[in-house]
């Protein structure tokens, strides 16, 4: 086995989802590593057909690794209501938002209070 | 070059997540990484373990899993290679303007950030993905500076 490194063998990934709402925003603060395994977490709590969910906020500032399988899981979403990421967007996500031009896809906010007041305007076609 | 995970004494990754750790290893004792942290450092990296992510995700979501895996530094930056058994070649879908497709741009953003990508076949069967990601900054899509107030 991989001795390298320290970290959680035997979990199926280093990420973290916690999710909370606030009137019909729902909050959800990913922190971490987040590719195709472990990822059900963040799939439930981005659930494009969540009711009652106007907007999603994405606190993301503690992401420290995200590929397009986890892009595709933010993305879903998108569709249909405003995502907006909040906190300080890690260089690394920065990246692969800039690189494959999802990051017109969602609204940014410094902070979780401002990303869940931010106006949004309609997407245009 | 300096060959590594090559040999009985390194297992295949089996999962997305070991072959990144397996990737960042290699590149922070390979001292290619410039000595300043700082954004630079940190874009290299970047682009190599998105690289290396989105090339594993491939042989375990579509390959059937990873079969073979080596990666090795050298100065003209990483070189990546994974195999998988199967013999479909990956395929760039295309995107209606507009929407987001639940995944298919693993590959088109393997194609982006690579400076060569290679498709061999692998015996008996399958196929082996060979990329070079350059560790220098060299040839990435340009980075937008943010505005000077």
Known sequence: MDTHHAGTYGADAR???????????RVVVMAGEFDMDGADELRTALDPEADGVARFVLDVSGVTFADSTALSIMLQPALNRPVVLAGEIPSRLGRLLEVTGADRAFAVAPTVAEAVVLIV????R | MRPVDTGPAYPVPRTAMQARDRVQSLIESSGILPETS???GEDVLSDA???TSELATNAIRHGGGIVGFSASVSSDGLLLAVADASGDHPVTLVRPPGTFPVGGFGWPLICRLARSVRILPAQPVGKRIEVLVPLDGADSPPVRVPDQR
């Open chain 2, 38 to 40: 700082g954004p630079p």
């Open chain 1, 15 to 25: 990420n973290s989802v916690e999710t909370r709402t606030e009137g019909d925003v």
């Open chain 1, 121 to 124: 305007p309609p997407r245009r």
């Open chain 2, 49 to 51: 373990l998105l690289v």
